[in-house]
């Protein structure tokens, strides 16, 4: 099925900066929120694509804050989503029909049985509440924006950056917010992210990261470690964005695994400097404790408003993890046997979060940076796209590439040994973030993240089962 037979019927919730109203289209008995159809599935994290589509029909620029609802209908092929923003500017021109609506007027007779007037309410009342939703990350709220980018001009000045154009936003989402600052040296960035259990302060720890690996990780322009704001340079494309897409030769992916291999191995020794920089201890020791902790209940996970009921775990599979967990403890200590010592770990490595610099591959978007068992990264570098993994022997030839990076503590048999322990617990320890993720944020999450919990459980049972 191609992206182009789907279709996304997005309306949106715009809500007036200063006061609780909201705009609707149209007389009153009939009265709207501005909605469209777009081609093809819209990531609605993509403010380039949302705002635009809203200027069109409202004739103003406005911030977008967050996802009220999201649904998908693949037997028909259908995204909706209902996406809640703000107008950029104080008292913007309104498009003919249009009126800011209060909260009475909503719950009033001529708009009671007016599904549109309905959402715009529960908007309003969460708005009224304090409640932003999705772990009420500081950029869903309508003021945030202008203190965001006032920053990042502040920032970028004594630096010689001069913006030459508005700062707009570039992604926003429950994990992160990026602005996009245009400047007669190249585009720079600001991202936000929140203050999750098991995220790292990203700017923070970039600057640690820099500092060992200068030609690998990008040198943040200025950071504001209280806010968990960071402001970088343009470092160039991601990998999985570049003419090929996902599907990148296995030279470059060959490259890239071998380059980060290097980078762990070099991180090895400065352990403790990396714990000083925040990053968390999430060695075999934790994720032992994890499982002992967390699978005897893991049916409780399923019932989180983080998690994708629909593809949660079956009562068979659930079942199978609680037997599983002495298993899964003893595979910890016995890992822990081998030289390969703990180390830097990305969490989310792969070629959507690697750039093409001057001096080599570039690695960015360490929010799941830790100290852990290495291996731990090799499982999402095997992704060929959102929904399709390297298989068979290119999966093999990639794995046996990293393992080559760390020959120096043990022979090729017993590394790929190690490799078998860790693929298994990797998985387990890539599952215990999302079900973390799960648990801090409200909802409605991006589809895909609130069905990784249960995914990577599934990983966790297909490495425990004999290989067929």
Not at 17 to 30: D, F, K, M, S
Request: hydrophobic residues 45%.
């Amino acid at each position: 099925m191609s992206d182009s037979e789907w279709r996304s019927r997005i309306r949106w919730v715009v809500v007036h900066p200063h006061r609780l109203e909201v705009l609707l289209l149209g007389e009153a008995g009939a009265a709207a929120l501005p909605a469209a159809e777009l081609a093809g599935e819209v990531w609605t994290a993509d403010a380039e694509v949302t705002a635009t589509a809203l200027r069109e029909l409202v004739g103003f620029d406005a911030i977008l804050l967050r996802s009220l609802e999201e649904h998908e209908d693949p037997t028909a092929r259908v995204q909706r989503a209902t996406l809640v923003a703000a107008p950029r500017a104080a008292s913007p021109p309104l498009p003919p029909g249009a009126r800011w609506v209060g909260r009475e007027d909503l719950a009033g007779a001529a708009l009671r049985r007016n599904e549109h007037a309905a959402v715009a309410a529960r908007a309003l009342d969460e708005l009224a509440g304090g409640r932003t939703g999705a772990g009420g990350a500081p950029w869903m709220d309508p003021g945030w924006f202008h203190a965001a980018e006032g920053w990042l001009r502040a920032s970028l000045e004594p630096l010689g950056y001069t913006a030459t154009g508005p700062v707009r936003q570039l992604r926003v989402w429950e994990l992160s917010c990026i602005l996009r600052a245009p400047t007669a040296r190249g585009d720079v960035y600001l991202k936000a992210v929140p203050d999750a259990p098991l995220f790292a302060n990203e700017g923070v720890v970039m600057g640690a990261l820099a500092g060992l690996f200068p030609d690998h990780v990008p040198v943040p322009l200025a950071v504001d470690a209280g806010r968990r704001w960071t402001a970088l340079a343009d470092f160039g494309g991601e990998l999985g964005e570049d003419e090929h897409g996902w599907d990148v030769p296995f030279q470059v992916r060959k490259e890239v695994t071998r380059t980060f291999a290097r980078m762990q191995v070099q991180a090895a020794p400065h352990v403790e400097r990396l714990l000083a920089a925040g990053l968390l201890d999430r060695g075999l020791g934790w994720l032992a404790a994890q499982a002992e902790g967390w699978l005897p209940e893991v049916d409780a996970t399923g019932r989180l408003p983080g998690i994708d009921a629909a593809t949660w775990l079956s009562t068979e599979e659930a079942a199978e993890l609680r037997a599983a967990v002495p298993r899964l403890v003893a595979m910890c200590g016995e890992l822990a046997g081998y030289a390969v010592p703990p180390s830097l770990v990305h969490g989310d490595l792969h070629l959507a979060n690697v750039a093409k610099g001057p001096r080599g591959y570039v690695f960015f978007d360490w929010t799941d940076a830790c100290v852990a068992h290495p291996f731990v990264d090799l499982l999402t570098m095997f992704q060929a796209g959102e929904d399709r993994e390297l298989e068979g022997p290119v999966r093999d030839r990639l794995r046996d590439a990293y393992l080559a990076g760390w020959a120096g503590f043990e022979p090729a048999g017993r590394l790929l040994r190690a490799w078998r322990l860790a693929e298994p617990l990797g998985a387990l320890h890539h599952a215990v973030g999302y079900r973390s993720l799960a648990e801090h944020l409200q909802g409605p999450v991006d589809l895909h993240m609130a069905a990784s919990t249960a995914w990577w459980l599934r990983k966790v049972l297909a490495g425990l089962r004999p290989a067929t």
